[in-house]
């Protein structure tokens, strides 16, 4: 247990046999919000997901907006190396370069990059499992995310679970490992409905968005 508890870059592969038997919806999985904010860098743009008062603020202090919007400061390496395995992506087609770019409310980076560098830790990190969760999209149109979800299939490939294997309850990481599969991909919008991505009924995320604690706990899940 105390490899487990101390080798983060590997936990689920250490994990105790009968954890690995648990679906994965129901393991205590740790996560990152809004992931990629880590990109943003000095003088990044404002980006479409962004309040019209932080195109206002940040033409007068970016510093202040920049560091409201990186809630991150790991890159995807690191965050995997410390034990990160549910991935919250929001994501925007930039025109007119035509690239899709990762936001929280300023340009953070392309989505090539750190979707290579994951599947490069998937490669060398056999037994561990991830969750990408693409939660919101900005001035997609269909032809977008045909092509956003086709760059998925060729990045991940074969390390995909698939929608159409088998239940979400029934997927475990020990049944994961056995077929050669690391990740389960969400994809949060009805214009990319396919066998391989999982829809948002599947694996739902509700936001109460409360500052009330009482009305907080009282909320439906």
């Known amino acids: 247990m105390t490899d487990f508890c101390d080798d983060l ?25 809004d992931t990629m904010s880590y990109g943003i860098k000095s003088k990044a743009p404002v980006a479409p997901d962004a309040d019209p008062v932080v195109g206002t603020l940040n033409k007068y202090i970016p510093c202040v907006v920049k560091r409201w919007a990186v809630t991150q400061r790991y890159d995807i390496v690191d965050q995997l190396k410390c034990g990160v395995r549910y991935f919250d992506l929001r994501i925007c087609m930039k025109r007119p370069e035509n690239k899709f770019y990762f936001v929280h409310g300023l340009f953070c980076e392309e989505i090539a990059e750190p979707l290579d560098q994951l599947k490069d830790f998937l490669r060398t990190h056999p037994r561990e499992f991830v969750v990408l969760d693409c939660q919101h999209f900005y001035l ?38 056995r077929n050669g599969k690391q990740i ?26 409360e500052v009330n604690s009482t009305q907080l706990f009282i909320q439906p899940c």
């Open 140 to 177: 997609f149109n269909p032809t977008d995310h045909c092509v956003l979800s086709a760059e998925l299939n060729r990045i991940f490939d074969k390390k995909i679970y698939s929608r159409d294997i088998n239940q979400l309850k029934d997927c475990t990481l020990e049944s994961a490992t």
């Open 184 to 209: 389960l991909i969400v994809y949060r919008s009805d214009a990319c409905v396919n066998d391989r991505f999982w829809l948002s009924q599947d694996w739902p995320t509700p936001w109460p968005n």
């Open 9 to 33: 870059e590997n936990w689920m592969g250490k994990m105790p046999a009968e954890l690995k038997a648990v679906p994965i919806i129901n393991l205590a999985i740790p996560g990152s919000h």
